[in-house]
């Protein structure tokens, strides 16, 4: 059976789409809330296969779209990254209670970290895929952020979408203004960072980087030799779930 999509209309912003499982009654662990990747959504392969697995555990789980994204209102070119991390400060404080779990895709890595800055006392554990902190920096040729700058918008072709893969100069900008790999992240928690080191979108090394740069001395990364940036094969779901499984 589908979840029911609930919304939520954040102030000064518009409705913001979730899926909400509470845990049953006297299972323990923290509450899981996934985070999609730039022009993704809740309904992507990973979401729903960490979802189903809570469901199957009895565990919470949040599932949400950001602004402009899957079945929330609002412009998607009218959207920043902080934008975004305030729609899942937003989620998590009105939907959820007690320590949480953040798994974050691509850019929902980045998110996941602002996140973690900005609720020390809640986030508990951090599970990168293809995690893409400061992307708006080592993700564009200077000529590309000229664009960007100069014309308001990139846009490029995506071999995930019919749609063009579209960066507006307001994402950019606040993607610029709130790198975090210049300096200490003060995350003391788990942290378990996955890469494919076929991923021809983020780097991997840019896991090593980020596991260097994190306070916390409970980081591992975990290499996939033959993984892409999706890390949605079969054996690459079985990989994060035993994760999840493990940091409880």
Known sequence: MEDDILY????????????????????KGTTIVFLPGY????EG??????DAWAKQQGRAMLRLD????GASGGEFEDQSLIDWRDDVLFLIDKVTSGS?????SSMGGWLMLLVALSRPMRVK??????AAPDFTDWGFTQEQKMTILRDGKLEEDSEYSDEP?????????????????????AFDGAVRLLHGQKDMDVPWEYSLETAKKI?????????VKDGDHRLSRDQDIALLIDILSRLG
Not at 100 to 104: A, R, Y
Not at 176 to 183: I, Q, T, Y
Not at 215 to 223: I, K, N, T
């Open 39 to 42: 022009m993704s959504d809740m």
């Open 125 to 130: 554990h951090l599970i990168g895929i293809a």
């Open 100 to 104: 949480i779990t953040l798994v974050g």
């Open 165 to 185: 893969y579209v960066t507006t100069r307001t994402f950019w900008q606040s993607g610029d203004s709130n790198r975090l790999l210049h300096k200490e992240i």
């Open 45 to 50: 392969g990973k979401a729903l296969a960490v």
């Open 215 to 223: 306070r916390s001395d409970d980081v591992q990364v975990h290499l």
């Open 66 to 69: 950001y602004a402009g994204c």
């Open 8 to 27: 939520l209309d954040r102030p000064g912003g518009p409705s913001l789409a979730y899926c909400y499982t509470p845990a049953k009654p006297g299972v």
